[in-house]
């Protein structure tokens, strides 16, 4: 089955920064032809799409963390990475990588998930 392992997460201090993993294996289809995304949850919110980078290399970041998040991915690691800067304390979260192959015709279809890795900012 489908692999998906977030690693990097942790607590940190407002103004901080943290670089989050996703290490992916025994997927159905070459790593290089998947759209990642990095999706967030907080017990306060609904789930969030935090960012994504589609296959062709396009990135889509959330408002809330544009300037401040940067994502990118290794095609010959099979790794997805989100660089996290300047941390608030609302972007506290489980922080949650997920793969794509198929296009809807509005949003790529998530089937493969990771199960997380917690990221806490405190003030």
């Known amino acids: 089955q489908v692999r998906l392992v977030e690693s990097g997460g942790g607590s940190v201090q407002a103004g901080g920064s943290l670089k989050l993993s996703c290490a992916a294996s025994?997927?159905?289809?070459?790593?290089?032809?998947?759209?990642m995304a990095w999706f967030r949850r907080h017990p306060e919110k609904e789930r969030e799409a935090v960012a994504e980078?589609?296959?062709?290399?396009?990135?889509t970041y959330a408002d809330s963390v544009q300037g401040r998040f940067s994502i990118s991915r290794d095609n010959g690691k099979n790794t997805l990475y989100l660089q996290m800067n300047s941390l608030k304390p609302e972007d506290t979260g489980m922080y949650y990588c997920?793969?794509?192959?198929?296009?809807?015709?509005?949003?790529?279809?998530?089937?493969?998930w990771g199960r997380g890795t917690q990221v806490t900012v405190s003030s």
């Open positions: 997920a793969a794509a192959l198929q296009w809807d015709g509005n949003h790529w279809l998530y089937r493969d």
């Open positions: 025994a997927l159905d289809a070459p790593y290089k032809l998947y759209t």
């Open positions: 980078i589609e296959y062709e290399g396009e990135i």
